[in-house]
C-alpha cells in the first residue's frame, strides 16, 4: 500500500511539474553597424524573469525583452552593441510557484 502511495505521489508531483521553451527571435545588432566598425569583446548572456505564486499570482515585475538586452550589455565593460543576438523564453511550473524568463544571447563589441 505504501509503495502505491508513493507511486500516486510521485506521479502527481510530475503532472504539476514542468518547464517549457520558446524560441524568441534572432538579429544581426540591436544598433546598425556597419561592417568591420567594431571590435568582439566576447559572448554575453543576460535575462529577467517573473515569478508566480500557485502559477497565478505575480510575486515580481518582470520577464521583459528591453531589460535582458540591458543585462547582456552590462556583462562586460566598454560595450556599445551587441551583434549576433538571440532571444529565447522558458518557463518553469513547480508545485507552488513558477517563471517565465526571458534570455538574450550575443556577442558584445566595442565601437572603433
Not at 4 to 10: D, G, K, P, S
Not at 12 to 20: D, F, K, L
Not at 21 to 33: C, D, F, R, Y
Not at 88 to 99: A, G, K, M, N, V
Request: aromatic share 8%; glycine share 10%; hydrophobic share 45%.
Amino acid at each position: 500500500m505504501r509503495k502505491w502511495i508513493a507511486a500516486a505521489a510521485v506521479g502527481a508531483a510530475m503532472m504539476v511539474a514542468g518547464c517549457g521553451h520558446i524560441t524568441g527571435g534572432v538579429s544581426p545588432s540591436n544598433v546598425p553597424l556597419a561592417s568591420g566598425s567594431y571590435s568582439e569583446l566576447g559572448p554575453v548572456s543576460g535575462s529577467d524573469c517573473v515569478y508566480y505564486l500557485l502559477g497565478l499570482i505575480p510575486l515580481s515585475d518582470g520577464n521583459e525583452t528591453i531589460t535582458a538586452l540591458q543585462d547582456a550589455l552590462a556583462q562586460k565593460p566598454d560595450t556599445s552593441a551587441l551583434v549576433n543576438i538571440t532571444s529565447d523564453t522558458f518557463s518553469q511550473y513547480f508545485i507552488l510557484f513558477s517563471r517565465v524568463c526571458t534570455q538574450v544571447n550575443g556577442v558584445a563589441v566595442k565601437a572603433k
